[in-house]
């Protein structure tokens, strides 16, 4: 890792959210009652909060100035053609569908496309994706390269989708169960790892030998392009744009959380060409979200996501985003923190399982990691581990674990500055260097789906 500074934040501070710091007598009671589960704790106690990357950016000034020009006719919102008019300039698809999330973007295009006994495959799902695509009764199938799921391994492009496992795949299973083919960018998943335009291409290049339609969850493509821009050979002195375009040149349409790279709270939408597939996904928009212009959404929020993928294609911008976090990263592995590498986009991923080598899987060391973190320092961050991913297996009824016991500090945009995050790190060596005090964690109780959000645990 370079020796990076930390980098200046290109805004000031206008307006101030005050945090509380919590005493840690009051730290542990909060955690009794919360079934050392940090899901369950009120986010009024929590210091800084690293749970997520979704829904929590920082708006600017011009976007709250935008909310005060929403204009809230059922029908043709100027919003909404100012929305359409920015997304069609990124993405250059013919139709603009808002919705208010990216999962209900994900519901209404496979409602389109997808049937019972397809595939879908996607460099990984994120889990939203895949319960979408397999509520359908189809397959959600990772395709990802396999350096994805080394830690240690070292690549530029982590995400990308592995060109020969597509086309086996294609063989394997025939085209024409393969309605569509997607690509996560940046590949949330895995670690926020980004995908090359050569990558895309070749992926294009073998959907349309086989007529399949190829799709972006494209909830980071700023993020992403910049990560092309600094690391892809050619593109250094392409604008983050026209990158953003290129890549979408090479598809059919994209899916978006506008949470993400909109920089706003609450939003998404579809963006395709196909004039006859746009049709049928606008009339089961209308049945669940909304008219089409407006898609579950006030016209107001419109106006912020237009004005936040505007304002995220500031390079400057993206330049500190991507530095703040990869600071973060570098400040861990200084202090010999496990972390896995490259850092990714929006978040560092600790090591858990060799943080705390003492504690098995079956007492879920990333779990313990996330309950040691609020109790010494106040920080939330998220289990990416046994709890969240472990399945049973059908015959022995055993626990299988998900290869790798991550801990995620999800960064949220222009939230947190510089000293926070080296408040973090000073938090984690501090941790790190009293590890064997952390103990592991036994399930009280649990629910049979998703169980991560509702579990209640105790201290071995
Ligand atoms: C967040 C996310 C989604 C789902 O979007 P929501 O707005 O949370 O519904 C889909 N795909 C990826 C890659 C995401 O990060």
Redo the contacts with the bound molecule.
Sequence with gaps: MSNLKAPVEPFRIKTVERIKMTGRRERENILQKAGYNVFNIPAEKVFIDLL????TAAMSDNQWAGLMTGDESYAGAKNFFHLEATVKNIFCFKHVIPT???????RILFEGLVKKGDFVPNNI?????RANVEVRGARAVDLVIDEAYDPDTIHPFKGNLDVDKLKKFIEKKGPKKIPLVMM??????GGGQPVSVKNVKEVNQVCQQHKIPLFF?A??FAENAYFIKKREKGFEKKSVLEIAQEIFSYGQGA??????DALVN???FITLDDDQLAEKLKSQLVLSEGFTTYGGLAGRDLEAIARGLEEVLEEDYLEYRINQVAYLGQLLDEAGVPILRPVGG?AVYLLADRFLPHIPRHQFPGWALTVALYREAGIRAVEIGGVMFAHKDEKTGQEIFPALELVRLAIPRRVYTSAHLEYVAEALANLYKNRERVRGLRIVRESQYLRHFTIRMEEL
Excluded: V, Y
């Design positions: 997520t990357d979704s829904g208010h999330q990216g999962r209900a973007a994900e799902h994120f889990d939203t994706t996560t960018i940046t590949n949330n998943s969850d909830c980071r899916t978006m959380s506008a949470k993400k609450i939003g998404g929006h």
